[in-house]
């Protein structure tokens, strides 16, 4: 059994929910729920860090589905095929609380108050779930939560206290802490089914948010441990690139995939998953740190080091050999492996959950609605992590999947944002969408229409970087846009522009800015960037470090 409950009072009203879930089990093979058809229940599934290459559906560069035998997401994929597939969504501010307030609210950055991952959500900062809880929805919020305050707007919450671990989780809940035994991913699923069964009300609309630690760093699966061992997997033709054809902040960056990057850049012990350092034979402390956060028992602990010990073997046998670029390709094997072995687990935990919905009855009038809170790079330009205006970290996951709604198969090229998710889901519901929220709902997209008076441009706002406490990565903070075709970005730290053709340079390898073939693109895109930021009410060019001139002028 996954669950192991260890507070006693929790524990006896935990244990109680599981045994009468398996009579439910036994005895309900259609669901008896009366609500009304046209308020259907709303499922949304994000996924930390999970990237549009690392999802069959998208058939990108990096689509794994087409250059292996099996893609690493077949039920969601399916969703994708039943549903509708959006082309280009992106996130507002690619990092993972910001990004999750964005969605909860429907505003950007400077609105919400969360700029960075330090700042909690305000607690009264009227959110969806908020809105449909006032509105007749019964609401759950399930996994991971990290928005650093208690969750609102929800009849029953299980979340995750902050990051959370891959292993063993302590979880949130209104009556208490709950300890359960196990890996995270399958023990999120497990809390959302016993939601649907135990606590749902057959009476009412529900809007289950269903979130899940993985795909985020460090990547240490369980079931899908053994993946790809007997195989290499395609490298991005950028893993070597010199940055050459880009500005400072790139340059000053630290995520990268090969051991020649900062303290910040990938790690052996914690990333890797090699307990000794392979060039000095001495212990990781990272590897020490991570088994300790994860509360590994003996059991779990001799599985993870079996499923490694003969690669990490070969490491040991080869590293003093190996070039640079060797010692790199080894580095980014380990990584993307892992990182599509997690992929894998979540997408097994997705199909479970459509599982259920399809036995009992739930499926046809339930929208799903699943994403990633931002992108993430997997070896392109040799990096990992997120946080830029770069297509890999900019752009997220999208598919949204409603048989009663949407015809199957339907893909959109339309801007969307994470922005949009809130007023969609309001509109989905039936309820009136705030004049305060700044995203767009998506509706018309979802029944086909082309709305001639659309967004041609999404407007992006990074806050941290190395002026920042506690920031990561050395990823200088950064504003811009994207239009379907270019991408225009200004880093004020440095008073430097980049731009980017995406139909000539889709890889994002060569800025033209000052190019004077560009010179009129170049200043519409000045303008335009001008109103998004009046549109959107954002003067927090010079958040933190008073003084920063607004894309080039006092």
Not at 91 to 107: E, Y
Not at 178 to 196: C, P
Not at 200 to 216: G, Q
Request: hydrophobic share 35%.
């Amino acid at each position: 059994m996954r669950l192991k409950y260890l507070t006693k009072s929790v524990k006896r009203y935990a244990l109680l929910k599981l045994v009468i879930g398996c009579i439910a089990l036994s005895l309900i093979s259609v669901d008896s729920f009366s609500q009304n058809r046209q308020s259907p229940n709303i499922i949304v599934m994000y996924s930390d860090d999970h990237t549009a290459q690392a999802v069959g559906a998208y058939r990108g560069a990096l689509n794994y589905g087409l250059q292996l035998d099996h893609t690493p997401t077949p039920n969601i994929d399916r969703l994708a095929e039943a549903g509708i597939r959006f082309d280009n969504a992106f996130v507002t501010n690619s990092i993972c609380v910001p990004s999750r307030a964005v969605m909860l609210s429907g505003m950007h950055s400077h609105k919400t108050g969360v700029f960075t991952n330090m700042e909690p959500m305000p607690t009264d900062l009227e959110t969806f779930p908020v809105i449909l809880q006032q509105n007749g929805y019964q609401t759950a919020m399930i996994g991971k939560w990290h928005l650093q305050t208690e969750p609102q707007g929800f009849d029953y919450y299980e979340v995750l206290y902050g990051q959370g671990p891959y292993y063993n989780p302590t979880m949130r809940t209104p009556a208490g802490d709950v300890e359960y035994y196990g890996h995270t991913t399958g023990i999120i699923t497990d809390i959302a089914l016993n939601w649907l069964r135990l606590e749902r009300d057959r009476n009412s609309p529900f809007l289950m948010i269903y979130n899940h630690k993985a795909p985020h760093r460090e990547w240490l699966p369980g079931p899908a441990l053994f993946d790809y061992q007997d195989r290499d997997l395609p490298e991005p033709s950028t893993l070597f690139f010199e940055y050459s054809g880009l500005t400072t902040a790139a340059h000053q960056q630290d995520m990268e995939i090969s051991e020649l990057g900062g303290p910040q850049s990938m790690n052996w012990g914690r990333d890797l998953k090699v307990p000794l350092h392979p060039g000095t034979g001495e212990p990781n402390p990272e590897w020490q740190a991570m088994v300790n956060q994860n509360r590994l028992s003996e059991e779990q602990l001799a599985r993870i080091m079996e499923a490694y010990a003969a690669d990490n073997q070969y490491l040991y046998d080869n590293y003093a050999g190996w070039s640079e670029e060797e010692r790199t390709r080894w580095r980014y094997q380990r990584y993307v492996k892992d990182y599509l072995r997690v992929v894998r687990e979540v997408d097994d935990e997705v199909g479970r959950l459509m599982a259920y919905l399809k036995r009992e009855n739930l499926f046809d009038n339930t929208v799903i609605i699943y994403g990633g809170d931002q992108g993430f790079f997997l070896g392109e330009k040799g990096w990992f992590d997120k946080r830029w205006i770069y297509e890999e970290s900019f752009r997220m996951p999208l598919i949204i999947h409603w048989p009663d709604g949407i015809d199957p198969g339907s893909v959109s090229r339309h801007l969307v944002q994470n922005l949009d998710f809130a007023p969609t889901i309001l509109e989905l519901a039936g309820v009136e969408i705030p004049g305060r929220m700044q995203g767009r709902s998506m509706v018309p997209l979802l029944h086909g229409e082309e709305p001639g008076d659309w967004r041609d441009a999404v407007y992006y706002h990074y806050y941290e970087g190395p002026e920042v406490q506690h920031s990561w990565h050395a990823v200088a903070r950064h504003y811009g846009l994207r239009t379907e075709r270019y991408t225009l970005a200004y880093f004020p730290d440095h008073d430097e522009w980049e731009l980017f053709d995406l139909e000539t340079d889709p890889e994002q390898l060569k800025s033209i800015y000052g190019d004077p073939s560009y010179a009129e693109i170049q200043g519409y895109l000045k303008v335009k960037l001008d109103e998004l930021q009046q549109k959107y009410e954002d003067d927090t060019w010079s958040y933190i470090t008073p003084g920063v001139p607004f894309h080039g002028k006092e």
